[in-house]
């Protein structure tokens, strides 16, 4: 993980006001990693800056951030020619359909979201060699949500997919990823939380080397890291509201 994605770390603010958002994300995780008896590192902060000008991401890096997600292909890399000399670390977090996989295998580190195996092999074969190798999350639907990505919450189908995603070269498979049904109470949020940490339990138990659970966003990163999230992914709360349709 790049620097600038932890909890504790601290660097000169470019100017309060802008970096206000993020600051208090920061102390929300802390306050969260403190509670739940983990250690101040561990787990750190992905900025979902999909829809917000590279202009602004550009302020959030000035302010220690780091880490951002992207979830529009052709979005993310005009970003990325616009921040190039900047040593961000690009984490793809959105649906990837199979016609969009070259350009996310050639330009980011991360995938969280693969949720089949032809998307995988893709991938895959279209990381180059002087590359590290790609680390992906696989996505779990994990409230069977009819308008949300991602595998099936089925141990078995689960199991299946990771283990064959672990086989190919070129990707390393890191953990899981979801995004569950929206709520306000706690425990519920808790509960799909359990559920997603169950299924990683079950993998690193048949043998597979995983460490992420990229989990919890800007209502629910509280539930998220007292259930063992690793990666928290918040947009609102850093960026405010985004633009609706239309954007």
Avoid at 179 to 202: H, M, Y
Wanted: charged fraction near 25%; aromatic fraction near 4%.
């Amino acid at each position: 993980m790049t620097e600038g994605t932890s909890a504790t770390h601290r660097v000169q603010p470019a100017a309060d006001t802008e970096c206000a958002g993020l600051r208090a994300v920061w102390e929300r995780l802390a306050c969260a990693l403190a509670e739940a008896g983990r250690a101040s590192d561990g787990a750190h902060l992905v900025a979902v800056s999909k829809t917000v000008p590279s202009a602004r991401l550009r302020e959030m890096f000035a302010c220690g951030q780091r880490t951002f997600g992207e979830s529009y292909v052709q979005e993310a890399l005009a970003k990325q020619e616009a921040l190039a000399d900047l040593p961000i670390e690009w984490h793809f977090i959105g649906p990837l359909q199979s016609n969009k996989t070259r350009p996310v295998a050639e330009r980011f580190a991360w995938v969280h979201s693969v949720d089949r195996l032809r998307i995988a092999e893709r991938l895959s074969a279209q990381r180059p060699a002087d590359l590290p190798p790609l680390n992906v999350c696989l996505q779990v639907n994990i409230d069977r949500e009819a308008t949300k990505s991602g595998i099936a919450p089925d141990p078995e189908e689960v199991s299946d997919l990771a283990h064959a995603v672990a086989q190919l070269p070129r990707l390393a498979l890191r953990g899981l990823m979801a995004i569950p049904a929206p709520t306000d109470d706690p425990l519920r949020q808790r509960d799909s939380f359990r559920r997603v940490r169950a299924l990683f339990e079950q993998l690193q138990s048949e043998g597979l080397a995983l460490d992420t659970l990229s989990m919890g966003m800007s209502d629910d990163l509280e539930a998220a890291v007292l259930e063992g999230a690793t990666l928290v992914r918040v947009g609102r709360a850093i960026f405010g509201a985004r633009p609706g349709p239309g954007h």
